[in-house]
């Protein structure tokens, strides 16, 4: 059986371990490029969703994942010069528009730019816990915990706002052969 005080003093003794003098191996500079890359496509996306929206609280949700996305790609571009691997080619910015002068045909209801926002983030997080898990060196596994628990705080959030608008998407309750239905 697993002792759990020997599992987490372990792991509070590998962070201690100052291993930046390591080479990286292929597999972290693919998670940087990945997740960099990542990054940049979401930056236009949300981008696209705030002039889009009209809706107070999805554009603030959106600015605010705005600032958290150049947060990362800030970071993780000064780690990724520091050790010479090259950058992932990055969209350009998507012009300021006015929402109402989109057409309806091409303008994203809210419902979908929240869930796309939603889609985005989950892709990150799954993208940063197997970063962080597949690394070697401590700084590269530190720096996407970090990232991944950035975003699962601003997950909450996003979650939270669309419930509150009924936005979110719940698949079909599993009912295993034989049982009965929770609300029945």
Partial sequence: MVNILETVMDAMKSLT????????????????WIYLSGLELAKVS???????????????????DMKLGTSQRQRLHDFMLKEGITLPPAPEDMPISVSNNIPLGVKL???????ELSLKIISLIMRAAGAASE????????????????KLAFATKLKHLMR????????????????QHPSS
């Fill in 46 to 64: 949300v981008q696209a969703g705030i002039n889009t929206t009209t809706d107070d609280e999805l554009k603030a949700i959106l600015e605010e």
């Fill in 164 to 179: 509150k608008r009924g936005w979110i998407k719940v698949p079909p309750f599993y009912v295993p052969p034989g049982s």
């Fill in 17 to 32: 371990v100052q291993d930046e003098d390591q080479p990286l191996h292929v597999g972290e500079v693919m998670a940087c």
């Fill in 135 to 150: 690394s070697i060196r401590t700084d590269v596994g530190l720096l996407f915990i970090q990232f991944q628990a950035e």
């Fill in 109 to 115: 209801t809210d419902d979908v730019i929240a869930n």
